[in-house]
């Protein structure tokens, strides 16, 4: 039992920062959320207005009927707001939510609140409240305590008292039963799409020893745990930069070529090979680069085909968009180095200019995939097979006359 007992009370301090990192991962600019400051977790605006207070009640086993009508977390929720917008802390704006990791019982008025008018909520108030009196009277008059029925009786009573405030309450009520938060998590910071559940995880344990360990700081030294959307956007950079992320999405070059049978010498006739072929330089060296090239041509082609038919997360559209960004990278750097019209170049500055363009697009340009995942070396075949998907139909191309040239 002694057992029992801690366990609800460190489910519940877990339950509550997981709440609170879930809404800070939805703030808008200039918004931020408190742990512990105005209830167990709050939002407030640019003026320090709060918008949204949180009662998050966690429950370790399936039949505790957290916020069921005789429930005293329900009625010391509801007293506490009536309160604070009594006092002038909590108004209109603000959205009350009540939120438990199981399920609320069918028959809880809660279910209720949001879509009655003010007037039915308070007959069901009542209509309660003469329910647990009518229990309380039989029980002593049949010699029994009635404690816990006394309590709830009271609460109910003192909260009927301040209808006014209590109408704002129950007008702005919301509720969320069995809410499961990691899954919304990753959905907000648009993680979902990775399959690798280990991974996953180990981003959302970084992020949640976070705010306890800054929460703890803030309060050792007489501050409150506040966190503002610039806060969480530094912390999701900072764990997505030095975390090898990418690589739980997307297999490595070596690993994927191991499975496949590729003969780089009889795939020489498309179109991205001949704008490779074109290019006058060391012969040595082209022939490295065409085989790495045809490696890269059809390993993305294999992998995002694997991605799209396999990953629920990653669409066709994904790699579309990462497409379109590849796209508008080659047109940087092609204005980068054409500084003149193309008739004015002669062969060969032509080619030089072909060297460069290619070179940076293929050995020195790093793009991100999806705006937060860069590739690395063992992974970068997706980028360039992109490129020399683009220059394969032909959409873009190294010679600064490649229009007239291959289209």
Known sequence: ????????????????????????????????????????????????????????????????????????????TLNIWVYKVEKGILNERNIFRAITNVNIPNNSIVKDFSNNNFEKNIQLIEKLLETQ????????????????????????EKVLEKKDYLKIVLENFEYQENFKIEDDFYNEIHLSFLANNDEKEEIYHRFYGWIIQKSKEQ????????????????????????????????????????????????????????????????????EEIIKEAILDFILCDIEITHHIVHNKYLTKNDFEDFEERCFQKWKEVRRKHIIKNVND????????LSIKICDEILTEVKLNFQELLQFDDTNKYIQNGTFLNLSNKPKIGWNPNWKNIYK
């Open 219 to 286: 309060w050792c030294n007489d501050r409150e745990a506040l966190f503002s959307k610039e806060d969480f956007e530094r912390k999701l950079q900072m764990i997505l930069k030095n975390h090898k992320l990418i690589n739980a999405i997307f297999r490595s070059k070596k690993r994927l070529e191991d499975t496949q049978k590729i003969n780089v010498d009889n795939k020489r006739d498309d179109l991205y090979i001949r704008q490779l072929i074109d290019i006058n330089r060391n012969d040595e060296i082209k």
């Open 133 to 156: 009196k009518t229990k309380r009277d039989n029980k002593l008059n049949d010699g029994k305590k009635a404690k816990s029925i006394i309590k709830t009786i009271d609460l109910i």
């Open 345 to 352: 170049y002669n062969d060969d500055e032509l080619n030089e």
């Open 1 to 76: 039992m002694k057992e029992d007992s801690a366990k609800g009370p460190g489910s519940g301090y877990i339950f509550q920062f997981e709440i609170a990192l879930l809404e800070l991962s939805k703030l808008k600019p200039n918004e931020s959320i408190t742990i512990e400051k105005i209830d167990d977790v709050g939002k407030e605006d640019e003026n320090g207005t709060y918008t949204l207070t949180v009662q998050a009640k966690h429950s370790i086993t399936s039949t505790n009927k957290t916020f069921g009508n005789t429930s005293l977390d329900l009625w010391k």
